[in-house]
């Protein structure tokens, strides 16, 4: 079967009303996205996390707290293998995209492959940006004792699991709203109203029933006509 490609990145920069959510058009069909954490241990975190892995889960269960029709779910200390349009949603650190460099000013990002037929996605990679140092934590915004900011992977995890989810920057499209899918990191460290909203315009709230999951919900599902891509930051 003839496929297309597409791509696109989101990326999350480090700078200092009314719904204004703005969305994708290729949403995830309904039923499990499986992501992969591969961030490795990282000791106790200022939160009390005991992992990377574990801050990165416990932003994946705040999303799956609003909405009803997908689901995240998390594969801890995933042995998986990482790489693009392999079949996996991986998230891991790098300091790079596959090969190109994210830059200096680049937290984070999320890619996502889509089924050009039906445009619904089935892969999305998370990379946070090693060139960073990181920690997990609530709050205003710390600072490391040069003066940098201490980046909080929880809260940049939300902002990347909602583009996987399918949710863009609604500050980059003329609206004003608190939202932690803004895209700039801010001292806003959950999900805002205008967030959730744009999550339940896709999904629908947690009263609404996960249904069977079809043919290429599946990570390890290998029909080659279930692969199309593009990135986000």
Known sequence: MKRAIVAAVFFLSVCAALDAYVLFDDPWPDGAIVMQLQLGSGGTLIDGSDSWNAAAEDALATWNSHIGRVRLLAVRDSTAPIGDNNHYNNVFFS???YGHSLGSSTLALTTN???VSTRRRNEADVIFNNAFSWNSYRGTLRQRPDGATLADLHRVALHEFGHVLGLNHPNEYGQSVAAIMNSSVSNLD???SDDVTGATALYGTTDEVLPAPDDCSSQRERDP????RRPSE
């Open 95 to 97: 300091g790079s995209l």
């Open 113 to 115: 492959w889509y089924r």
């Open 190 to 192: 959950t999900l805002q």
């Open 225 to 228: 006509s279930c692969r199309q």
